[in-house]
């Protein structure tokens, strides 16, 4: 099941919630959130490694004025909260997250074409759209750009808030603007000059934004403040079947060369500017090592995989040997690329 998919599991695991263990903000929450709420929702159903414990509640808005108003309300509170995807990113903690998590799905999913000219088509595509379900789409109308995607399985909105990459390629390049909702409920659209892609991040400086906010992972205050509501990209004609072949062709070289069917969220660190990390935890002897239910795979030593019953606790201690390791043969710090949330507290600020 992939995560930020509404599963029976996951409504099952939330539905026998007696009243008096919901959590102390719950009737607050009701006041100005009229929707479904998962209350002790397990995040493991979520997120691609398939660990992660309870959130006091889930919520999967599905139209951008309610999603304002629950913004609007949660800041207005002060009740925590987080956003994610398709969760093929983030390494959620056993203890889970002591607030609202907030997951862009299929409500909130529309593919747009909203202009054609000579070079291309312009496409608008809000964050809760499946990249699988954007490439399919491009892949039949016979647009070009998105081939080095094929197989990547986030969000749109992940994937912006990531810039997702692979294969010399990545989401930023064909970005013209990004609808955004800042911590107030408002909305804005960065156009591409306001956005800073970097290699697995985004920093976005708009004149109506309190200075240069990092979106995604190690960002600084407040990032979890502004949401990525859609993209707005420009894709190039090409010819259908040769559009489909590359697609084809690069999911097949991704499938050869990585873990098929195993629990995990693509590769776990980022590639430092001296060599690939898979190759630095390859050399360092790490492939098949183990702690719990979390492995190096045998297969792409970049990929920590969930052989099970892995923990949280087990993959961050697989991480720390690998650091470790790395840094003792190499000299070389390994930087994860997944986002690892913290308890409430100690990222935010
Ligand atoms: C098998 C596998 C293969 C992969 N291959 C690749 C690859 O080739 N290249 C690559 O770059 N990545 C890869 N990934 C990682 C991952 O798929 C991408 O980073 C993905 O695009 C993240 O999207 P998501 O919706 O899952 O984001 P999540 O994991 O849900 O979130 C990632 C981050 O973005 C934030 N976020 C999510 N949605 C929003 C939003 N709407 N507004 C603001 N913040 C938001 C979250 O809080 C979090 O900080 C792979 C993962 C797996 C499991």
Redesign the pocket.
């Known amino acids: 099941m992939m ?2 998919v509404l599963t029976q599991e996951a409504r099952a695991g939330s539905s026998g919630a007696p009243l008096a263990a919901l959590p102390p903000f719950a009737a607050t929450l009701q006041g100005f959130w009229k929707g479904e709420v998962l209350w002790h929702c397990q995040l493991a159903h979520f997120t ?1 490694l398939k660990v992660g414990g309870p959130a006091q509640a889930v919520i999967m808005p599905s139209r951008i004025p309610e999603l304002a108003l629950l913004i609007k309300g949660l800041r207005q509170h002060a009740i925590p909260w ?9 390494l959620v903690p056993d203890d889970g997250f002591p607030g609202v998590v907030i997951v ?1 799905g299929q409500g909130l999913a529309a593919i747009r074409q909203v202009a054609e000219d000579a070079d291309g088509v312009i496409v608008e595509v809000e ?1 809760g759209c499946g ?1 699988a379900r954007l490439v399919k789409w491009t892949m039949a109308q016979g647009l070009s750009g998105l081939e080095f995607a094929a ?5 749109v ?3 912006i ?2 810039n ?3 294969f010399g390629g990545a989401i930023g390049d064909h970005i013209l603007a990004i609808g955004l909702m800042d911590g107030q409920g408002a909305y804005h659209v960065a156009e591409r000059r306001h956005c800073r892609f970097s290699y ?1 991040g985004l920093t976005i400086d708009h004149p109506d934004l309190p200075g240069p906010v990092r ?3 190690g960002g600084g205050r407040h990032r ?1 403040d ?3 509501l859609a993209g707005t990209f420009r894709f190039t004609r090409g010819v259908q079947h040769e559009v489909a072949d590359r697609c084809r062709a690069l999911n097949a070289k ?1 499938k050869a060369s ?1 873990p098929q069917g195993m629990a ?4 776990f660190f980022k590639n430092p500017p001296e060599a690939a990390a898979g190759r630095l935890i390859d050399e360092a002897g790490l492939k098949g090592a183990r702690v719990g239910g979390a492995v190096i795979s045998p297969k792409h030593a970049n990929f920590i995989v969930n052989a099970g019953n892995a923990t949280a606790r087990d993959i961050v201690e697989l991480m720390h040997l690998v650091q470790e390791t790395v840094w003792k043969r190499a000299g070389i710090r390994l930087e994860p690329e997944v ?1 690892i949330w913290q308890p409430e507290g100690g990222e935010r600020h």
């Open positions: 995560g930020g691609t987080r956003i994610m995807g398709r969760g093929s990113n983030i862009m964050a990249l197989g990547i399985p986030g969000s909105g992940g994937t808030v990531m997702a990459g692979a697995r979106l995604g992972k979890e502004v949401l990525v991704r990585q995990s969220a693509g590769s986002d």
